[in-house]
């Protein structure tokens, strides 16, 4: 079951807001119609992000689901870094696993998955970055008694976070939100 995140709600609304500022007066269009950071590029590369966590593999579900959201999209062709327009990296610098619901006798009941990935978006024709800042993925999970069923949650968990990501990261590069 999906949880609503309200951080990534006031993110949106927020950047939104920004976006529709940015256009002022000049006249109007529309927002999310191909008009992100991407421009008029027509590939990306995508290498496997860093890992500056303790959590072992993060780096390769992280950057498997970038590289399926741009493939998925279809607007980028994703391609190798010597051919590319735009070289997506990443660096996952904070992993974190926080207890956030309790039961009468305070055991945990539910965590949040987080992690914050530094994302770097370089435009190789003009040798600058488009995109440099830091962004969070977080997801919720429920654990049991049972030690197999509540692991096999934080993974689907990590797996869901790293796909939310890779989402916003294709509002941001190619859709403009």
Not at 118 to 135: E, H, P
Request: with cysteine.
């Amino acid at each position: 079951m999906k949880r609503y995140d309200p951080d990534k709600i006031i993110s949106r609304l927020i950047l939104s807001l920004l976006v529709m500022l940015s256009v002022g007066c000049g006249g109007y269009r529309l927002v999310g119609t191909g008009s992100g950071a991407a421009g008029s590029a027509k590939n990306i590369a995508v290498p496997v992000f860093k890992n500056n966590t303790p959590e072992p593999s993060l780096e390769r579900n992280v950057t498997a689901k970038v590289r399926e959201a741009f493939i998925q999209n279809g607007k980028l062709r994703v391609v190798r870094e010597k051919k590319a327009d735009l070289i997506f990296t990443g660096n996952i610098n904070h992993y974190e696993l926080r207890a956030v619901s309790f039961d009468t006798n305070d055991n945990v009941t539910e965590y949040w998955v987080i992690m914050n990935i530094d994302v770097k978006v370089k435009d190789t024709s003009k040798d600058k970055f488009l995109i440099d800042q830091t962004f969070r993925s977080k997801w919720t999970y429920s654990v049991s008694s049972e030690m197999l069923s509540s692991e096999r949650a934080r993974i689907e968990a990590i797996d869901e976070a790293s796909s939310d990501f890779a989402e916003k990261m294709i509002s941001i590069v190619v859709e403009g939100f």
